[in-house]
């Protein structure tokens, strides 16, 4: 079950050339493209001929060529092009996907096109501000729901666990952080404050803190499966009257969980840095140590799924960290049950 | 469904020696060997005693014996030794497949044993005429239904696309070349004429030719796998009165498409060199650039396949080129329904 | 179906340390440890909580901890400690499995826990003796049910065609040999006498017999899945009243089947040198020839299940030399009817 009438990161615009890339979202076989303008287009991989994928043909000038007989594709999914054949019928096309490249992103509706609206995909202006947040991306395959990943980032308790030795640090320092919670109509916003707390290991290695530090993560989920995150962190004391307008640590995460298939999703992320953003070699940093720590998330979610998927979830007991997680699914189910986007419109 | 009561290609005869293969033939088990007069036989590759696969075990000289229990079976199935025990009840057997080596192939039968009629194998004589043909075969195991495969030799128009780099070349040629077709009792003929085209990558490296060439491809189709091609070239003009006596270029190809499973085959192929055939280095030439633009064939088929699996066959749309393919289809489907070869005898 | 209410081989009690081992026990994902005292539990490998699996966390001072979100379980499976939550319900546990360290081994009861009664264990002492019994271990996992295992070790005529080159040696021995059988409450003892016959090729290189040898060997199998070995030789005319207190050759083998699914199981087995047991070399020569003729019982019994998973069972043939494997197979199903291991305490 997937909320289908929703803009989910399809790949990373920079992704996806003159040479057709396959990606499944929402377990529909999708090849990605650009035309010959340079205009990204999302169709069903599969061409309606004999069937063939067609992220095994070329992009002509007329549009995207099946690489078996030949038929060719426009970016709305109708054939513009039968070789040996005048007439081209109707019904000779392919599904094409709403589109829309902003942001850095390719954003995909694999909904009802006509419900599709752009205006409803929310920004993330600073992919575009590299000068004050330069930034680096990529996506990782999980073997998991996009579902249990969101999961993951609406309980930071498990960060002493399973990143002990990377961002995560002393498990008490998450467990007793203060949580200021505020639901949105399309999800819900919220923060943590680990005021006086230890450094974690990768914070001392960018910023060599020398005693304790206050610490603030804020995070925004927006259904279905983005988070924009905000982390932060100073000498302790700094943050008694709230977060500073400039911080020693401070760094965007962007966190797009697209599903695949039921059990499997694409984990797009990027890393933007705030705090040292004329030295490169901090952007760098600060991606590398994210890509090790997220690596740990995607075995342990992996882990977890390869058990649900054998027993099923009915038996779990819930725990006083998952409240947060649980708002956010009952978000997500109620967008299903409506079969729409419509708390946007709210 | 594959029609059962048929010939089809089980593999090359020297595949098969005192060694025994295990080879799945319309999804059943099978295991060919020679006994030790040489004899070629093939039995369903599982011992009726505990289910041992017979490919594990050896040939003796009374028959293949198990590599588990060592009972011995002979070349009709039938068990001859029980280790420890005297009386060999009637059904102590295994099924024997009808087996006919001939042309170099080994021809089996998967349906009815008492329908089989080794008189309605196809002869393949080019195979013997080493002098004159001087051929190269092998097998290639494909990830898609024989079905796919011999679509795709029935729809030439691929040429341009899926071998543009090989035996294909210009699309236009291959999509405009005129066709003529027979129907016969058991599929079809048809001859492709593409006179005064420009000739392929692979035929100016074989004849070296310096300008236009007359082309020509006559296929044969017998039902269910079987396809005599030959195909011939010469300079521009030399066709004007049809197919001459000897060409500068012509090789013959046998085509043999063998079900494995529903969604599988074995792609047995031979390429015979009739223009140079005093030359070894030709006919290795020849065989070495269709090996090549048979893997392009696999490819694509094999993509085709597996979205067709998931997302079935009954939305696509024919165009012009496939009514030769529609033909070959609704041949099969025939001799599906009549559960027998019945044409032949018409 | 799996006989439930039975002990069965979950490790070598050399395999389980602090760091968590994942193992299925009859379709059940098992994590076995030792908590910080030594003591060796098994659990589910599920964390009660999001399903994470508990063999991808450590153990700490109070029990097995999660590697998600940090939960705490001792030895029975109960919760000791949830972070940051102070309440810690009922419900919140793992199922524990009764496990017992004995003789090298660690044995579950992957049934009802209150019917699991350690006295019913089947001793083996001889691991226990190392001086008069040096022993090795090792577990192969085998592609095939423990059954199949079994009844591979009930009949012994496989030795011939299975192991010809090693300790099987000429077929008609095994096939001839005097067999003494035996009914027990769990199952059944059964010798083999090879009086007069020529040795195998191991037996050769182990004592360098120059002429024939008299060969006995006494299994003895325990529903649901372990058989106890002893094999002797010595010179022909030695046994001539029975097994003599000490020979040339003898050594035992412990054969140890655990289900794992119902087409897979894990084949725990050990060798003991009563022959030579001040020769290191030879406690060493014994385990590498047995461990190199196991892989041929592996091989065809995977590929024996290979093909009884595809076509069943019930077309198959017994033949004399089933008569003690049917036995074994009777008693394991009336184990399996009667949901119990009842016939222990006749």
Redesign the interface.
């Known amino acids: 079950m997937f909320v289908r009438n929703a803009w989910y990161v399809a790949a990373w615009a920079d992704e996806v050339s003159g040479k057709p890339l396959a990606r499944r979202i929402c377990n529909e ?1 999708g090849v990605l493209y650009r035309d010959t303008a340079g205009k990204a287009a999302a169709l069903i ?2 061409c ?6 067609l992220h ?2 070329q992009v002509v000038e007329q549009g995207l ?7 060719i594709f426009g970016t709305d999914g109708a054939c513009v092009r ?4 005048d007439r081209i ?1 109707e ?2 096309r392919v599904r094409a996907f709403p589109l829309v490249e902003m942001d850095g992103f390719l954003w995909i509706w694999p909904g009802d096109a006509e419900k599709a609206d752009p205006a409803s995909i929310v920004r993330y202006p600073w992919h575009n501000d590299t000068q004050n947040w330069p930034n680096k991306h990529t996506m990782y395959p999980i073997k998991a729901s996009a579902m249990l990943m969101v ?1 993951n980032l609406m ?1 930071l ?2 960060l ?3 990143h002990g030795s990377t961002i995560g640090g002393n ?2 320092i998450h ?2 952080a203060k949580m200021e919670t505020t639901r949105t109509a399309m999800g819900l916003k919220f923060t943590r404050w680990m005021l006086n707390s230890v450094p974690p290991p990768t914070y001392t290695r960018a910023a060599k803190f020398e005693g304790r530090i206050d610490r603030a993560q804020m995070f925004e989920f927006i259904a279905p499966c983005s988070i924009h995150q905000l982390s932060a962190a100073d000498d302790a004391g700094a943050y008694a009257n709230g977060l500073t307008e400039r911080s020693k640590i401070q760094f965007r995460l962007f966190h797009g969980l697209t599903p695949e298939t039921d059990t499997t999703c694409h984990y797009f992320w990027s890393t933007a840095n705030g705090f040292r953003p004329e030295d490169p070699a901090t952007t760098e940093q600060l991606f590398n140590e994210i890509a090790g720590a997220f690596l740990e998330d995607k ?2 979610v992996e ?2 799924q ?3 998927t ?2 099923g ?1 009915t ?7 998952d409240a947060t997680r649980l708002h956010m699914r009952r978000t997500v189910e109620r967008l299903i049950a409506e079969g729409s986007q419509s708390l946007a419109a709210e």
């Open positions: 076989p991989d599969m309606c001929h004999r069937g063939a994928p095994m043909g060529e099946c690489g078996y007989h030949g038929l039968i070789p040996g054949q019928p019904r000779t999961d309980d308790t498990h002493g666990y399973v498990p008490a467990v007793e075995a342990i882990g977890q390869a058990m649900l054998e027993r979830e038996d779990l007991v819930d725990i006083v960290s």
